[in-house]
C-alpha cells in the first residue's frame, strides 16, 4: 500500500467519469483517506461513499475563499493532517480567440488557477507544520501546445498559468519538504467535453497520438498515485506528460 494512512484532498472528484474520481479510486485502493471536493454537496457525498465510509465528501467551490476555508476545516476536524492534495477542479470552453468575453475569462480561469491557489493555500499551513506533503496540480497539454484541441485560448492561459504558479510554490516550499507538481493529460475520455467532441474530431486528434488511443481516466490516476506518494519522494516542480506521445519535447 503506496498511501496507507495519508489524508489526501481531491478537488472536482464527484463527476463518476473524471479524473478525479479515478484519482480518488486509485488513492481509497492504496490506503488513503480521501476527502472529495465538489461543487454539489449531494454528489460529493454519494461519490465518498463509494468508497466506503473512511472518506468524506465536502461541498465546496475551490474558487470561493470562504467556502474553501470552511472545507478545510472539516477536513482537519475529521482527519487532523492533509498528506496530498489533488488540484484537478477545471473546466473548459470550446471558443475561439475573439469570443472570449469577460464572463468566459472569469470562469474558466477562476477555477484552474485562482482555485489551484486558493486550495493550495488552505493545506500549506498544515503541510509545512508536518514537515511534509504533496501538492498535485493537474494542468493540461493545451498549455504546452497552446491548445488546439478542445478548450479556448483562455482554457490554455488558465493551464500554463497553473504550471508556473506550481513550479513556484515547488521553490518556496521545497525547504518544508512539501513538493509540487504537475501533471499535463492529453486527451482523456471524460465528461468535461460534454458531448461536443465528435467521433471525427476524436479521430483527428487520434492520429496525432504515436500510442494511438485517447487517455483513460486510471491513466492520469496512476500518474497522480506516483506524484502523492514516496515513489516520487526527489521530485519537485516537475511537469509530468501523461498524453501517449501527443507532445514530445
Ligand atoms: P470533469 O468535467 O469530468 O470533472 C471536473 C469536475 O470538477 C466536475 O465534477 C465539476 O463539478 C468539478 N468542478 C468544476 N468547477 C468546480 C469548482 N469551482 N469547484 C469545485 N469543483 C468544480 O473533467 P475531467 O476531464 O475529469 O477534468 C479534470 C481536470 O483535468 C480539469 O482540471 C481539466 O481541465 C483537466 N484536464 C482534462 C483533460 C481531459 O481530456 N479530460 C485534459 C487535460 C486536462
Known sequence: MLLKDKVAIITGAASPRGLGFATAKVFAGQGAKVVLIDLDDGASKKAAAMLGEQHLGVAANVADERQVSAAMEQVLAKYGRVDILVNNAGITQPIKLMEIKRENYDAVLDVSLRGTLLMSQSVIPTMRAQKSGSIIC????????????????????????????????????GPDNVRVNCITPGLIQTDITAGKLSDDMKAGIVAGIPLNRLGEASDIANAALFLGSDLSAYSTGITLDVNGGMLIH
Open 138 to 173: 493537474i494542468s493540461s497539454v493545451s498549455a504546452q501546445r497552446g491548445g488546439g484541441i478542445f478548450g479556448g485560448p483562455h482554457y490554455s492561459a488558465a493551464k500554463a498559468g497553473v504550471l508556473g504558479l506550481a513550479k513556484a510554490m515547488a521553490r518556496e516550499l
